[in-house]
């Protein structure tokens, strides 16, 4: 993998600055390094999977990355779709693709200063090292009632990080919960994570 970036640095990270360093040395070979290399398939399920509950624009993009969910929305047709990311170079590939309407470098752990959205979408975000469930209601308070989300949550942490008991306390605040556990990564991945697998948390704002 380019720059000797490797999934076990990712699963790794413990802090933001971590964060941010990683995706500082990984943005300009992400695509073709990580996305085609290891076969990451989870963004093209996340857009499946909010097409298929509804969803359409104005759209957030969380944990944007590069783009690659929003690569999916826009072949699909969806118009308006904004990034949200923490790393600087990575919003940057993003921007030369020129698929995003907006691209914020924002927090998503800390209160959000943002449009009202109609759905979210994040692939790979959620997960131990990166993002806790405690975002979740960040954004619930950037979108409106019936908003379509798909947040992917790595599945191996869904319990022991506090997404499930997020989720209970979430109550009346969302409604049509589904999950569903897809790979992260087709048979192209490295042996030790071609089975990792990413649960996808589907539901509407009430």
Do not use: C
């Amino acid at each position: 993998m380019a720059n000797d970036e490797t999934l076990e640095d990712a699963y790794a990270m413990t802090s933001l600055d971590e964060v941010k360093a990683l995706y500082r040395d990984w943005a300009f070979s992400y695509d073709a390094g990580f996305g085609d290399a290891q076969g990451y398939q989870l963004p093209r399920l996340v857009a499946q999977a909010y097409l298929a509950a509804g969803g359409h624009s104005a759209v957030l993009d969380v944990g944007a990355g590069t783009g690659l969910v929003a690569d999916h929305l826009v072949g699909a047709g969806l118009d308006t779709i904004d990034a949200l990311d923490v790393s600087d170079e990575m919003l940057a590939v993003a921007k030369m693709k020129d698929i995003y309407r907006d691209l914020y470098n924002r927090d998503v752990t800390q209160s959000l200063d943002l449009p009202a959205y109609d759905g979210v979408v994040s692939a790979g975000t959620f997960t131990l090292g990166h993002v806790g469930p405690s975002a979740i209601v960040n954004l619930l308070e950037v979108t409106k009632s019936g908003a379509v989300f798909v947040i992917s949550v790595n599945a191996a942490h869904y319990e022991t990080a506090g997404f499930a008991a997020q989720m209970d306390m979430l109550g009346t605040q969302i409604e049509g919960l589904t999950l569903t556990d897809v790979r992260i990564y087709d048979d192209r991945s490295d042996a030790a994570h071609r089975y990792d697998m990413a649960r996808l948390l589907v539901f509407k704002k009430a």
